[in-house]
């Protein structure tokens, strides 16, 4: 939650508290006006506002009556009016005025007035009531600011009392809030969905952000969902874009505010609009939009395309966006030399969307351009250095989008209703890659986060761009003398330093040939060195192949339930005092743990490369199990190593191993447990590499493992980072388990390259400090360098350079060796490391539980934990957020004896009286 909103907030129960919920006003004891009905027809929603946090005051003299008497005038659907007194300096009082306004046009005119909206930060259901007395026919219901079962309390409130409630919502966590109302109300003929266009965080506008969630709405209430566009709008060239997109109605606050009598020029530009082959291509956009939220952060834009040959590369690669020059006076044009004519034929192939740019549009060749796009042949049209003015209308009308050449032409045209618009400057692009570009000049809309960049782009500074949402490059993957010729060495060198795979990696967090600093590397037999480069080629084709991308993200979606919660513990925060405390809930992805990202991925790269037959090792069973469920997906056989003292404390996950169709094979040798797996997995994949694929489970062993782990878990870092955004969360700390580091190191990575936050990695402390008792190899007493499986990183070894033995609660971190990068990162000091002992794990296993209702798994109870140490150290207005990496249903053969001993011996005992007595359960078939 952004620093304003809790101020807006705080402020507001401190005023509750000294003056009630009327704020010291004079409410009627009873409603004295009828109930309107809350935007049953497209329309605007004019709102009544004297000031606001961003912009100061708007309207400091404005009159309630006579503003609200110009709205109705103007044909207002709905009015509006900010009623809350410290940042917009509204009232109670405004409000009654706001209704007394539209009751007197009623009495005077005979006809039904627009409702009237209490918008406020409104925090009970007891508000509800109050509002209702003040004559409210709407309010407003922020699911940002409510816990779901408040949010549900208060709309329960609104239908009892017959009224209409507007929800806002802007984020994925606000859906499921909203998913939990038509859940539970059942009816929701009261209720409208709002999407707010600006981020609340740094008070950024995004014009686009309410279309990216219109699908989402139209899924929980249906496809007749009524839906608010809100913010963002002050002409009426941008409502009428926003009317084209299919919106119910559009909040329009500042721009009425300061002009109440221009209201209706809004009102007809929204009303009196319909959808156009434009809003069809940003509805589409915006679609496309959310899948790179999730594995794609950047677009990629090849733009000057001459040959067909270098568009099918562009595409095979992962560019999004093809662009082709319609002007005659430029050497890349596709009007000259026949190009156009040739590219025609295999055109349709290109599933990339294709740009038609022209600079003046009266020539024939822009005429060309035009009959394109309206043709569907092409798909969007880009207006290049072309004045706004010097549109018509009927060129707007159809896919298009501007270029321009500086900063303030942008906003000019985000006011218009421009979704994006490409800024084409070589003087900018310089100034972000030295780290020196300048914004303080931009209006409300203007954002890294939504800008598409062109000028000076090359394979060598596009990751020095990251954060920008697409990115257009021409000359810069040309050899010198080859205009229009695209060079196929600089375009995949490109792809393999820009941002746009399902990772979003940055290059500077791969491994150099397979070592971070000194660690990693591949030292292993001759005869594995073939299937590991093997494995690196083909893992590194996949990363930029399209196809393989899109059907990840569609299993991450569909399959394993992505994005997971980012989850604030009100509980958690309150009792420990100082930070906020958030938690990832990996626990909630398909099988109950982290591993499943890995596990997918790998076994769909396997499949890819023509391996049928899938091995793995597990020590807590969550990777065993994760694997076991990716194969039958996939139609993989499957076959599983694990220790045998892991197997007993893991019999949960076995028998689940199993019944997905694994072979479960306990491992006897050595310690019996995950290290002794490992090399078990190892010994099968030397003997069988060219029908098997050894998936391994954690962030280790040898090249290219180490990379291919962190990419697939990397998704778990990247939601956070965007979610935290979003939510204007400021992280302080992010703690995470830390076992081989499978998920702590996915967690971290879209941080690693920042200063902040503080990364902490949490490993098993055990039940002491003496050999044999923890698994602590970064923070214990005998943590050295060496190579282990096939590595070199910090292992628990002997002066011989043996593995130590290792002992901890949780099978999962029970390993006596770390991920190389994490080792690295260790060393350098941007990973801290912490250790925890085996009972302040099982004590954060029980708060959790108790005070949130989250049941930790043993290994992610390490992250806690030390969550709970650290939040004291950290202020209120900052976050620690902790990777729950897993739920600890597997855990509780080993939590049950710990918590009700007594009690587990009976039912054990019980058990086996009961299986005893009914041998027969064993003689059952399935059908």
Not at 10 to 20: C, F, T
Not at 315 to 337: M, N, Q
Not at 809 to 835: H, M, N, W
Request: proline residues 3%.
């Amino acid at each position: 939650m952004s620093d304003i909103l809790e101020k807006i907030i705080q402020k507001r129960k401190e005023d509750i508290l000294a003056s009630g919920l009327s704020f010291g006003e004079n409410i009627p004891s009873e409603r004295t006006r009828k109930v309107h009905p809350f935007l049953d027809g497209k329309g605007l929603i004019l709102e009544v506002k004297r000031a606001s946090p961003s912009k100061g005051d708007i309207a400091p003299d404005l009159d309630p009556y006579k503003t609200a008497s110009h709205y109705v005038q103007a044909g207002a659907r709905a009015i509006s009016c900010l009623t809350e007194k410290n940042y917009f300096k509204g009232s109670l009082n405004d409000l009654m005025d706001v209704c007394r306004a539209v009751d007197d046009y009623e009495k005077q005119n005979g006809k039904q007035g627009p409702a009237v909206l209490r918008k406020d930060f409104l925090l009970s259901k007891e508000e509800i009531e109050v509002s209702f007395r003040a004559g409210a026919d709407a309010v407003l219901l922020i699911a940002r600011i409510l816990s779901k079962q408040t949010l549900l309390e208060m709309a329960l409130e609104v239908r009892r009392l017959g009224i209409s409630a507007l929800v806002e919502i802007r984020s994925d966590e606000d859906l499921d809030k909203l998913a939990f109302l038509v859940q539970n109300i059942k009816e929701t003929k009261n209720f409208v969905a709002g999407v707010n266009s600006r981020n609340l965080a740094n008070f950024k506008i995004d014009l686009l952000r309410p279309c990216m969630m219109m699908n989402k709405i139209q899924s929980i209430m249906g496809k007749d969902a009524r839906i608010v566009f809100e913010s963002g709008v002050t002409t009426g060239e941008c409502a009428k874009v926003i009317g084209s997109l299919g919106f119910a109605g559009l909040l329009l606050g500042e721009a009425a505010a300061k002009n109440p009598e221009a209201a209706n020029v809004f009102v007809d530009s929204f009303v009196n609009t319909v959808q156009t082959k434009n809003a069809e291509f940003w509805k589409d956009y915006s679609s496309k939009k959310i899948e790179h939220n999730a594995h794609k952060k950047t677009f990629v834009k090849i733009c000057g395309l001459t040959r067909i040959e270098d568009v099918l590369l562009a595409e095979k690669l992962g560019a999004d966006f093809t662009g082709f020059i319609f002007s005659h006076g430029y050497p890349r044009s596709v009007t000259r030399d026949n190009r156009l004519e040739k590219m025609l034929k295999k055109i349709g192939e290109v599933k990339a969307k294709k740009v038609c740019v022209v600079t003046e549009l009266k020539s024939p060749e822009s005429q060309k351009a035009v009959s394109l796009v309206n043709d569907g042949i092409f798909d969007v049209l880009q207006f290049h250095n072309i004045p706004y003015e010097d549109v018509g209308p009927e060129y707007l009308e159809l896919p298009h989008y501007f270029a321009v050449k500086s900063v303030q032409e942008c906003e000019k045209l985000f006011l218009k209703g421009e979704f994006r618009v490409l800024l084409d400057s070589k003087d900018y692009v310089q100034a972000i890659a030295d780290g020196t570009a300048f914004e303080a000049k931009a209006g409300d809309f203007f954002d890294r986060e939504n800008l598409w960049l062109a000028g000076g782009l090359n394979p060598t500074n596009v990751n020095k761009l990251t954060g920008c949402e697409l990115l257009d490059v021409s000359s810069g993957i040309e050899d010198e003398g080859n205009i229009g010729i695209k060079s196929e060495d600089k375009m995949k060198k490109l792809f393999e330093n820009i941002n746009n795979t399902s990772g979003v990696r940055e290059k500077s967090t791969f491994s150099n040939d397979g070592f971070f600093d000194s660690f990693g590397g591949k030292y292993v037999a001759e005869v594995l060195r073939r299937p590991l480069d093997e494995l690196e080629v083909a893992f590194r084709e996949a990363m930029n192949d399209r196809d393989f991308l899109d059907e990840l993200e569609l299993i991450r979606r569909d399959y394993i339930g992505r994005e997971t919660p980012l989850y604030f513990a009100p509980t958690a925060t309150k009792l420990l005092g100082g930070a906020q405390i958030y938690i990832k809930l990996e626990g909630l992805a398909n099988t109950g743990a982290h591993k499943i990202n890995n596990a997918i991925g790998q076994c769909l790269l396997a499949k890819r490369m023509g391996k049928k037959r899938i091995i793995a090792e597990t020590g807590a069973g969550q990777h065993g199990l994760a694997t076991a469920a990716a194969c039958a997906k996939l139609g993989l056989d499957c076959t599983i190593y694990m220790g045998e003292v892991d197997v007993r404390r893991q019999q949960p996950n076995v028998a689940a191993m199993e019944l997905y169709g694994a072979k479960v094979h306990p491992v006897t040798s050595g310690s019996r447990t995950l290290k002794d797996a490992v090399n078990e997995a190892m010994r099968d994949w030397a003997a069988n590499p060219d029908t098997t694929h050894y998936v391994l489970g954690s962030a280790l062993g040898p090249a290219p493992f180490p990379d291919i782990v962190r990419e697939f878990q990397s998704v778990i870092g990247r939601e956070v980072k965007r979610q935290a955004e979003e939510r204007g969360i400021k992280i302080a700390a992010m703690v995470a388990c830390v076992g081989g580091g499978s998920n702590s190191i996915g967690f971290f990575e879209p941080f690693i390259n920042q200063r902040s936050p503080r990364l902490i990695g949490a490993e098993a402390g055990g039940i002491g400090p003496g050999i044999g008792e923890n698994a602590s190899r970064m923070t214990g007493n005998a943590g050295r360098d060496g190579i282990l499986q096939g590595y070199k990183s910090r292992f628990l070894l002997d002066e011989d350079g043996q593995a130590l033995p290792t002992r901890s609660i949780s099978a999962g971190l029970d390993y006596c060796g770390i991920g190389p990068q994490l080792a690295s990162l260790g060393k350098s000091g941007r990973v801290e490391f912490t250790s925890i002992l085996d009972k302040e794990a099982l004590e954060a296993v029980s708060f959790f539980a108790k005070n949130e209702g989250i049941l930790f798994a043993l290994e992610s109870a390490h992250a806690g934990a030390a969550a709970m140490k650290l939040a004291k150290e950290i202020p209120s207005d900052q976050a620690i957020i902790i990777n729950m990496s897993g739920r600890g249903d597997k855990d509780v053969f080993i939590t049950s004896p710990v918590f009700r001993p007594d009690e587990w011996i009976n039912f054990l005992h019980a058990e086996i009286e009961r299986l005893e007595s009914q041998k027969d359960i064993h003689d059952a078939k399935l059908m």
